[in-house]
């Protein structure tokens, strides 16, 4: 037993093995009571059997979970205060909206009138009490998805799991799903637990979110510094658009690393523990955090020819060639654009930075 109650689900050394195959590698993490937490990786990085064996179906082969304190190694599926919401929606064709989201409660045990008395209520969270009558196949792939959430939240579970549900939906939808299925978690308290590849849904999301690759875990935090601080090369390539540059540590001095990209460009950034000088190592500058001059800004200014302008509605994104071939995106938004002026391609140009704005990765 653990005596921290205001944690959900803590996962110590969990090890997860088919055969020869080891999908996950002592993963030990904890999930807070009312959190909107997301597992967030790339295909096979093993979140979905992470989320199975904290719904109990997939056996722990190495480690613990508890559960609000308790262990549940021993707990059937349908005895864990858990439900998922899969992507496929799973509803019953032949049944309404109504008697899907009832059906489960029934089962529990409870009256026919109770469990259709909670579905009504359900249903009016997910705003489709106009729906009650309809078959699912007579709503849209949105509205299917949200009489899952409905079915999934009716028995009042402690935790809901949710394995990729939006990946069905067009983009529009998509969008407008993760601000709902924001609002229903702060609504309801209950633990969310979310499964994406999508490094965007995940950041518009989450609480926090641990980020996973080839089964172990690469770092959980809040979403903010999970794309301000990733710890590693994998975590900011991951995690949105950036630039990594191959660099040496040339001198460490009062704290700041001078570093050499090549070409005779010299860049200076924080020290970091572990790197030290003669170190080849990558530094992670986000796009945002760059801006560009026609005359140098400061002494470290890069010198570049533009290659291109991508528009990207919000923002204007410009690739960068410096003398030395590496080449730099920076990103300008379209909102705050004032007086910055549009460089076209062949311009001249020094590439600055924001203070603070590159980071060292250890690995
Ligand atoms: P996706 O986003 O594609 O669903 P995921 O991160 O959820 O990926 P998992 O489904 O957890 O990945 O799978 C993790 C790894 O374990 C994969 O390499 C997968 O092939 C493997 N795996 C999953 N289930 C089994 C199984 N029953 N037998 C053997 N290997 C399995």
């Not at 729906?131 to 079915?151: E, I, T």
């Not at 308290?189 to 994406?196: A, H, P, Q, R, Y």
Request: proline share 4%; glycine share 8%.
């Amino acid at each position: 037993m653990t005596d921290r109650i205001d944690c959900a689900i803590d996962v110590r050394d969990a090890v997860k093995r088919y055969g020869s195959f080891t999908a996950l590698k002592k993963i030990s993490l904890s999930i807070k009571d009312n959190e909107f937490f997301t597992l967030l990786g790339p295909s096979g990085c093993g979140k979905t059997t992470l989320l199975r064996m904290i719904a109990g179906f997939e056996t722990v082969t190495e480690g613990e979970i508890f559960l609000y304190g308790a262990e549940i190694e021993n707990l059937p599926p349908f005895k864990r205060p858990v439900n998922t919401v899969f992507q496929n929606y799973a509803l019953f064709p032949h049944m309404t909206v109504l008697d899907n989201v009832g059906f489960g409660l029934e089962m529990k045990g409870a009256s026919k009138t109770d469990a259709r008395k909670r579905a009504g209520e359900m249903l009016e969270l997910v705003q489709l009490s106009q729906f009650s009558d309809r078959k699912p196949s007579q709503l849209s792939g949105g509205q299917q998805q949200r009489v899952a959430l409905a079915r999934a939240l009716a028995p009042e579970p402690k935790v809901l799991l949710l394995d990729e549900p939006l990946s069905a939906l067009d983009l529009k939808l998509r969008k407008a799903m993760q601000i709902e299925l924001k609002h229903l978690q702060r609504e309801t308290g209950i633990t969310f637990i979310f499964v994406t590849h999508d490094q965007e849904e995940a950041l518009t999301m989450s609480d926090r979110i641990a980020v996973m690759s080839a089964g172990e875990l690469q770092q959980l935090g809040e979403a903010r510094e999970i794309y301000e601080r990733p710890r590693n090369m994998f975590v900011a390539d991951f995690i949105g658009e950036t630039n990594l540059l191959e660099v040496s540590v040339d001198k460490i001095e009062e704290g700041r690393a001078v570093c050499h990209l090549g070409g005779g460009h010299e860049l200076t950034c924080n020290a970091v523990d572990g790197i030290g000088v003669g170190s080849q190592v990558h530094m992670n500058i986000r796009p945002e955090r760059l801006f560009m001059s026609d005359t140098p800004v400061e002494a470290e200014s890069l010198k570049g020819i533009v290659q291109d302008n991508i528009f990207i509605g919000t923002d204007l994104s410009t690739i960068v060639k410096l003398s030395n071939g590496v080449d730099f995106i920076v990103r300008t938004s379209n909102s705050d654009r004032g007086n910055k002026r549009i460089f076209e391609p062949g311009s001249e140009i020094y590439v600055n930075m924001e203070l603070g704005a590159a980071r060292l990765l250890v690995d």
